[in-house]
């Protein structure tokens, strides 16, 4: 079974920053780029951030872009996302999931072993 646990959320000042976690554990895809994703309170889940597998190309919604930081560490079998300069707009709950390609894309649809989410509440 693949599972992949977010953390690292909570309530941060506007300005202020935050480093999210995704952790994995079983078996997961072969050679699978991961993403980050953020769903607003009455909103729908969008995209944030993603990562190939070889950790060499990253790509970003304009939103984050420069904010924003995504990367990997294989040996830990572990995602990140740096959050810098946090705004109120940014809060959300973070999910993170793997997609069925190594390469890079944005369509929620390719992505799987979604996990539970953290919560990012930005106050202004």
């Known amino acids: 079974q693949v599972q992949l646990v977010e953390s690292g959320g909570g309530l941060v000042q506007a300005g202020g920053s935050l480093r999210l976690s995704c952790a994995a554990s079983?078996?997961?895809?072969?050679?699978?780029?991961m993403g980050w994703f953020r769903q607003a309170p009455g909103k729908d889940r969008e995209f944030v951030a993603i990562?190939?597998?070889?950790?060499?190309?990253?790509y970003y919604s304009d939103s984050v872009k420069g904010r924003f930081t995504i990367s990997r560490d294989k040996t830990k079998n572990t995602v990140y996302l740096q959050m810098n300069s946090l705004k109120p707009e940014d809060t959300a709950v973070y999910y993170c999931?793997?997609?069925?390609?190594?390469?890079?894309?944005?369509?929620?649809?390719?992505?799987?072993?979604w996990g539970q989410g953290t919560q990012v509440t930005v106050s202004s």
């Open positions: 079983g078996r997961t895809f072969s050679n699978s780029a």
């Open positions: 999931a793997a997609r069925l390609y190594s390469g890079l894309g944005v369509s929620q649809a390719e992505y799987r072993n």
């Open positions: 990562i190939n597998w070889t950790g060499d190309n990253t």
